[in-house]
């Protein structure tokens, strides 16, 4: 249990170097006027940092008495990872 923890930690500071440009232009959603979807987009990126935060802390309080919490709550922070990746992927190869 805790080399998984240590991984996927790992892992998600990892994703925080490209985390950071992508962040930054982010902002050139407003470009276009302010709208609904532009502020969801910029929210929904700029909550990863926070997300990685608050799950690495409550995993690593329930990883011996809850450990499927443990594991769930660890988890969250990789739908931002797989998300990116499939966006990097579908660029790339497109």
Same mark, same amino acid.
């Given at each position: 249990? &805790? +080399?998984?923890? %240590?991984i996927t930690?790992?892992?998600?500071?990892?994703c925080?170097i490209? /985390?950071?440009p992508?962040w930054?232009?982010?902002?050139?959603?407003?470009?276009?006027g302010?709208?609904f979807?532009?502020?969801?987009?910029? %929210?929904?990126?700029s909550l990863?940092?926070?997300?990685?935060?608050?799950? *690495? %802390?409550?995993? /690593?309080?329930f &990883?011996?008495? &809850?450990?499927t +919490?443990?594991?769930?709550?660890?988890?969250?922070p990789?739908l /931002?990872?797989v998300g990116? *990746?499939?966006?990097?992927? *579908?660029?790339?190869?497109s």
């Amino acid at each position: 249990m &805790r +080399a998984y923890l %240590i991984i996927t930690q790992i892992v998600y500071v990892l994703c925080l170097i490209p /985390w950071l440009p992508i962040w930054g232009l982010s902002f050139m959603s407003f470009d276009g006027g302010f709208s609904f979807y532009n502020i969801l987009f910029v %929210i929904i990126i700029s909550l990863y940092p926070v997300a990685v935060i608050a799950c *690495t %802390i409550l995993s /690593w309080i329930f &990883r011996k008495k &809850r450990k499927t +919490a443990a594991i769930i709550i660890n988890l969250i922070p990789m739908l /931002w990872v797989v998300g990116l *990746t499939l966006v990097l992927f *579908t660029f790339r190869f497109s």
